[in-house]
């Protein structure tokens, strides 16, 4: 028997002992409320619903009749652009592991993105509905789209024997053998789904965990290894071949689970050509990454692809067809950073950070001697200069009324005033942008790029919080008749208001 196939089968053996041996009971004896989903949420996360609360039976029935009701039907998806699928956010520390895998179902027939925001946890059964966040390219080929915040928590765990509190009878936990058997029945379909839906690695850790604890995604290895998209994340502070070969570390997980341990020094040469078509950029090393650190590493910005919301893709040219994976920007940084100690407000677009990696604009920050820095960037320089943002930036937005309107919002609770919040970026609203920009350090130009939008959010949030605390607070307003009374008591003038 290989020795990879006796691991698997002792790590399967210890997942099924664990769940014969742990009882994990009921916290309340009261039934437990279902989750809620509603529209909107996390501005920075891009939800478009929330699902939040414990997850129990007939939550997948109550998230398809909410996207049926929405026309988030499979007809949306499939289009080859992943900037208009839909997000659900994630706030739940779990629950029912079945529903959260019917969940799952429901989120993979449609297409959509998960998400877990800031200071959000997504636990237990929500966590492996989350692995479910699909993207459906041309031809129905699936690939995942899942995003977690550098301060969000995501946790696995095996499944348990969940017994009703006081119920201990054979029939009682028979039945809850029955169900934690089951799970793992879904999750050995789970993994069918591909490597990169469900890695091997990641249902290996679901079974060694034991339902009492938990195992969280810590670091950039961990969502790298687990196809996990942490964002949103800004650009790392080194220089050009470190950010590289970073980059085709973090990849390697995903395909081969393992990272090279390639040490660079001033006289390492890593990269071996730049490639240029259009805006279409190739960055490609020596020999020296995958197995036996026989390959080359090529990353990718392909602006024209259909998973557009990565940074890239990542491929080890030589090995097979399925090397290829997404590129992330997490994935510049050293393996073993917390994902909690990523910088999270971008100052440069994908395009102008592959230009860093191709070498024709320096790295951001100071940027040390090395054989790959071009003679330019080879001193130190001082902060990386900005580009403006533009009215086709901005465009790229695809801003809506209500997305406008918000944006008017937080530049008046920041005192910028925009004249008015009525979802159109006028004069006013152009004039308040470009004193934000300029207050902020930001290049002036009164348009938003996806990085400044995301450091307006950032900027306003505590205010822009309190703001929707207080309205909620506010009590709610009813529409009602108001008349006058004429002669002999006839009413007369009524209209409709609201009070």
Excluded at 9 to 29: D, E, N
Excluded at 207 to 224: N, S, W
Excluded at 252 to 258: L, N, P, R
Excluded at 418 to 433: E, K, V
């Amino acid at each position: 028997m290989p020795g990879h196939t006796i691991c698997l089968f002792k790590r399967l053996l210890r997942g099924l002992l664990a769940l014969t041996l742990a009882v994990v009971l009921a916290l309340t004896l009261s039934p437990a409320m279902a989750a809620s989903i509603t529209a909107g949420g996390d501005a920075i996360m891009q939800c478009d619903a929330t699902l939040e609360g414990e997850i129990v039976a007939g939550d997948a029935d109550k998230l398809r009749a909410f996207a049926k009701t929405n026309g988030w039907e499979r007809a949306f998806a499939g289009s080859g652009d992943t900037e208009n699928i839909k997000t659900l956010c994630l706030n739940s520390r779990g629950g029912n592991f079945l529903e959260g895998i019917e969940i799952g179902f429901v989120l993979g027939g449609i297409g959509m993105r998960t998400a877990v925001g800031p200071d959000r946890t997504c636990e237990s059964a929500c966590a492996l509905a989350f692995m479910y966040g699909t993207f459906r390219a041309f031809e129905d080929i699936i690939k995942p789209e899942r995003r977690l915040h550098p301060r969000g928590k995501l946790g696995f765990h095996a499944p348990g024997l969940v017994v009703p509190q006081g119920d201990y009878t054979e029939t009682a936990v028979n039945d809850a053998y029955r169900v934690a058997i089951q799970s793992i029945e879904k999750l050995a379909q789970m993994r069918g789904m591909g490597g990169s839906m469900f890695p091997q690695d990641l249902f290996l850790t679901i079974l060694g965990t034991p339902p009492e604890d938990m195992r969280y995604v810590r670091t950039v290895q961990d969502a790298a290894a687990w196809n996990i998209e942490v964002f949103p994340v800004a650009e790392p502070q080194t220089n050009r071949q470190t950010a590289i070969r970073n980059a085709c570390v973090n990849a390697q997980s995903m395909t081969a689970g393992t990272g090279s341990n390639l040490t660079l020094s001033a006289d390492t040469k890593l990269v071996e050509s730049v490639e240029r078509d259009g805006r279409i950029i190739k960055v490609t090393t020596v020999p020296t990454f995958y197995i036996e650190g026989a390959f080359e590493c090529r990353l990718s910005l392909d602006p024209n692809s259909a998973q557009r919301s990565h940074l890239g893709k990542a491929e080890y040219l030589g090995a097979d067809d399925l090397t290829a994976a997404a590129l992330y920007r997490s994935h510049l940084f050293p393996s073993d950073t917390p994902i909690k100690d990523l910088p999270t407000q971008p100052r440069l677009s994908d395009a102008q950070l592959f230009e860093a990696l191709a070498g024709t604009r320096p790295m951001p920050g100071s940027v040390t001697t090395t054989a790959e820095d071009p003679p330019a960037a080879r001193t130190s320089i001082g902060p990386t200069p900005l580009i403006p943002a533009t009215e086709a930036d901005e465009a790229r937005l695809a801003l809506d009324r209500a997305a406008r309107r918000e944006i008017q919002r937080r530049l008046t609770l920041l005192d910028f005033d925009t004249g008015g919040i009525d979802g159109d970026l006028g004069a006013n609203s152009r004039a308040a942008l470009r004193q934000w920009q300029q207050a902020s350090g930001l290049p002036v130009s009164g348009f938003l790029n996806a990085a400044q939008h995301a450091r307006l959010i950032a900027d306003s949030r505590e205010v822009y919080d309190r703001w929707q605390a207080a309205e909620r607070a506010k009590p709610k307003k009813r529409r009602v008749k108001v008349c006058q009374r004429g002669p002999l008591g006839v009413l007369i003038n009524c209209r409709m208001e609201w009070r």
